[in-house]
């Protein structure tokens, strides 16, 4: 079974940047899609962005976009969020999940993918 642990987050201002790590158990990380998605008290999980298995393509939420980085090293086990320009709505715990059974569109559906983080809090204080 794959374990996934992400670590990174913590309480920041806004307008600042942090850079949240996952590193997955394993031999067969280079071969899966891997996405960060959040949760926010109270609301459902939503997905943050996507990458393939090469590392060749990302995908983000439209929130997100032109703020957050997706990247992965293979070589390491390992899948990035370098998050810049952070406001107080990314207050969330960030799960990095992998592996997604059945393909949709940008990776972006929360109930296909196989393993998931216990997840690390990111608080933005305005």
């Known amino acids: 079974q794959v374990q996934l642990v992400e670590s990174g987050g913590g309480l920041v201002q806004a307008g600042t940047s942090l850079r949240l790590s996952c590193v997955a158990s394993?031999?067969?990380?280079?071969?899966?899609?891997l996405g960060w998605f959040r949760q926010a008290p109270g609301k459902e999980r939503e997905f943050v962005a996507a990458?393939?298995?090469?590392?060749?393509?990302?995908y983000y939420a439209d929130s997100v976009k032109g703020r957050f980085t997706i990247s992965r090293d293979n070589a390491k086990n390992t899948v990035y969020l370098q998050m810049n320009s952070l406001k107080p709505e990314d207050t969330a715990v960030y799960h990095c999940?992998?592996?997604?059974?059945?393909?949709?569109?940008?990776?972006?559906?929360?109930?296909?993918?196989?393993?998931w983080g216990q997840g690390t809090q990111v608080t933005v204080s305005s």
């Open positions: 999940a992998g592996r997604v059974r059945y393909y949709c569109p940008g990776y972006s559906c929360v109930n296909e993918y196989d393993y």
């Open positions: 990458i393939n298995w090469s590392g060749a393509n990302t």
């Open positions: 394993g031999d067969t990380f280079s071969t899966y899609a």
